[in-house]
């Protein structure tokens, strides 16, 4: 797969701060995913339900915790485990992501 042939599309919350292409998931019947995703001038909300892996490609990223704030730059990585609340920061970052599991989504719609 080359990388100047994917298709970015808005993320599904705040999609007018990243836009992300998903490589390798559910539809591949893969139980890990990995896509890449652009941040810009992002202040993102959220809850991972899902661990994840984040390589910054590009600029700068930062993700506030309750604990810490990880700042990542340029081949750098950040690991979140699953259940981790936190506000993703950037100006302008490419990222490549990893998680697991691939599912995720689908196993919240499941749960009573």
Not at 51 to 73: C, F, H, N, P, Y
């Amino acid at each position: 797969m080359q990388f100047s042939s994917l298709e970015f599309q808005p993320r599904f919350a705040f999609p007018e701060m990243a836009n992300v292409v998903e490589v390798a998931g559910v539809e591949d019947r893969s139980k890990l995913a990995g896509g890449f995703a652009r941040f810009n001038n992002a202040r993102i909300p959220w809850q991972v339900q899902y661990d994840e892996l984040i390589l910054v490609l590009e600029g700068k990223l930062s993700i506030e915790t309750a604990r810490e704030t990880l700042q990542a730059g340029r081949f750098d990585t950040i690991w979140l485990p699953s259940g981790t609340a936190l506000t993703y920061f950037a100006e302008n970052a490419l990222v490549f992501y990893s998680l697991y599991p691939s599912n995720w989504a689908q196993q919240l719609e499941s749960r009573p």
